[in-house]
């Protein structure tokens, strides 16, 4: 069992930036493809990035591409989220997933319904 937590969430002006968090406990958490999803109301979950278990493979969607970055700290069990140039349509719940991987595993996931873990996720809202 993993359990995640995100932190960082907040009201910030068009051109911001946040830096989201996600603290994971529970089991050794560089077994796991770590990853960030988010929500806006009446739409559906979206990807929006992902890190391999050592660091070494990272995927973004293009939507964020080269605002947003993801990093994970396997000695502090953290995985973050620095999103910069907020957009109004960056609003969203953004929650963290985790994904069991066998050791051989270098790569990310793109499908959330990969992902065994997920945190409660925490309110992003870019008002413009």
């Known amino acids: 069992q993993v359990q995640l937590v995100e932190s960082g969430g907040g009201l910030v002006q068009a051109g911001g930036s946040l830096r989201l968090s996600c603290a994971a406990s529970g089991r050794t958490f560089s077994r796991f493809v770590m990853a960030w999803f988010r929500q806006a109301p009446g739409k559906e979950r979206e990807f929006v990035a992902a890190?391999?278990?050592?660091?070494?493979?990272?995927g973004y969607a293009d939507s964020v591409k080269g605002r947003f970055t993801i990093s994970r700290d396997n000695a502090q069990n953290t995985v973050y989220l620095q999103m910069n140039s907020l957009k109004p349509e960056d609003t969203a719940v953004y929650s963290c997933a985790a994904a069991s991987a066998e050791t051989y595993y270098s790569g990310i996931y793109y499908n959330p319904g990969l992902y065994d873990y997920w945190g409660q996720g925490t309110q992003v809202t870019v008002s413009s």
């Open positions: 890190i391999s278990r050592t660091g070494g493979n990272i």
